[in-house]
């Protein structure tokens, strides 16, 4: 492996820095329940992470049986995840290691997950002093894949793109970086498939969190 030289750090949040899945899909079904839908598998939901708030629930109502209640299961869903986005959500083993071991590089996060749940999970997970800048998918008018996202975040770390890496687990992620062109970092340990990610063909792929500390230097 050869590392990536790189001063700025972009991180991904659902599935790269942190396990959220159990209480994501813990918020969808009480919100298909609370609008009198089935619920459907954690394994379903944990496809549908990554682009969003309403794709995610768009994407569970339709799976559930459809109907036209997706607003009000949007309301329900804010709420209810709110309420219980720290219940069992962690780093992944390794991650605070792989975070301190780059604490002399800047480092921002970029997720399409609302601001307010970002900040709030970063900061119960006590690490959201270690970033320079935090993006939502509400920060801007766009989201991932769209390059604005990382773009202002190379502006406010007044870093230009071929000095910066961004790491994610998924092909929105990685199409993202592209789209920025930034340098990028398929997570394989993350939510999403293998196959997806060599198929999105990221710069370098790696199996765990530490493999980190070698992939960029």
Sequence with gaps: MKPIDAELIIWDLDGTLIDSKKDIAFAVNETLERIDHPPISDEEIYSYVG??????????????????????????????????????????????????????????????????????????LHVNDLFISVKGGDSLPTRKPDPEMLNVILQEAETSADRAVFIGDSAVDIQTGKNAGIRTIGVSYGFRPVAELIKSAPDLLVPTPLDLKRAIR
């Design 51 to 124: 682009n969003g708030v309403r794709p995610l629930i768009e994407r569970a109502v339709a799976a559930s049986g459809g109907g036209n209640s997706l607003d009000t299961a949007i309301k329900h869903f804010q709420k209810i995840y709110l309420a219980h986005l720290l219940d069992t959500t962690i780093l992944f083993d390794g991650i605070l290691e792989v975070l301190r071991h780059f604490e002399s590089k800047k480092m921002a996060v970029a997720s399409n997950k609302p601001y307010l749940y970002v900040t709030k999970i970063l900061s119960g």
